[in-house]
């Protein structure tokens, strides 16, 4: 099956600096990959789509400055938290469209998440 | 507004026992509903996918059952195991964002606990 990977699994980082959470899709090529954050005990809010060889369209409230999202190529993409502060401090997940699935394919195939930790 | 409201929020069954887990969503147009299992600290695992001309999904032992009238879904847990627990998200897709891909409704999802 499809799988999506996430590096790292877990990051503790100081205030003020920047953490690169890296989303793979190891099986298959995602020209989509889409960027989630999850709060505790809430469900996922999409943050992000990211598509590959073109700037990332952000979701309202989102702020692109801060989270920096770049998709080179068609097995990756990353997230970067761009001064990060405890408040960041969250669950990012991502999911990852197979490029042979149809447009209107609904199938997303998630990543196992990373624990970020602002202090 | 496109909601998608689950419950119980919470749910202690004994291992063995069926439990029924429900789905209420207001999402506009429709166009698909899916459960995933999440387990603590993963990501969601998809489960069921049904469109609005199904109206029952099996994955063994979990039975997804969508009434697109009523706009409700449930899923079903047959003879539950301590694995079954996990977080349970009914996830609702309708229409299309600016960008053209699906609008994508989360619910807060229902916490299982399965107890020996």
């Known amino acids: 099956g499809a799988v999506v990977s996430q590096h790292p699994s877990r990051v503790i980082c100081k205030s003020g600096t920047s953490v690169k959470i890296e989303c793979r899709s190891l099986d298959f090529q995602a020209t989509t990959m889409f960027w989630y954050r999850q709060f505790p005990k809430q469900s996922l809010m999409l943050m992000a789509t990211s598509n590959e060889g073109s700037k990332a369209t952000y979701e309202q409230g989102v702020e692109k400055d801060k989270f920096l999202i770049n998709h080179a190529s068609l097995t990756l993409s990353t997230l970067t938290v761009t001064s990060a502060h405890p408040e960041d401090s969250s669950f990012y997940i991502c999911?990852?469209?197979?490029?042979?699935?149809?447009?209107?394919?609904?199938?997303?195939?998630f990543g196992p998440g990373t624990r970020l930790t602002v202090t | 507004k496109n909601q998608v409201e689950q419950s119980p929020q919470s749910l202690i069954i004994l291992e063995g026992k069926n439990c029924t887990l429900q789905c209420n969503y207001t999402v506009s147009p429709f166009s698909n509903l899916r459960w995933y299992k999440q387990d603590t600290g993963r990501g969601p695992v998809s489960l069921t996918i049904m469109t609005f001309s199904e109206n029952t999904k099996s994955n063994g032992r979990y039975t997804a059952t969508l009434d697109a009238d009523t706009k409700q879904s449930s899923l079903h847990i047959t003879a539950s195991q301590l694995s079954d627990s996990a977080s349970y998200i009914c996830?609702?897709?309708?229409?299309?964002?600016?960008?053209?891909?699906?609008?994508?409704?989360f619910g807060t999802g229902t916490k299982l606990q399965v107890i020996p």
């Open positions: 996830v609702v897709s309708a229409g299309v964002n600016s960008g053209g891909y699906q609008k994508v409704t």
């Open positions: 999911s990852a469209r197979d490029s042979r699935d149809s447009f209107s394919s609904y199938e997303q195939y």
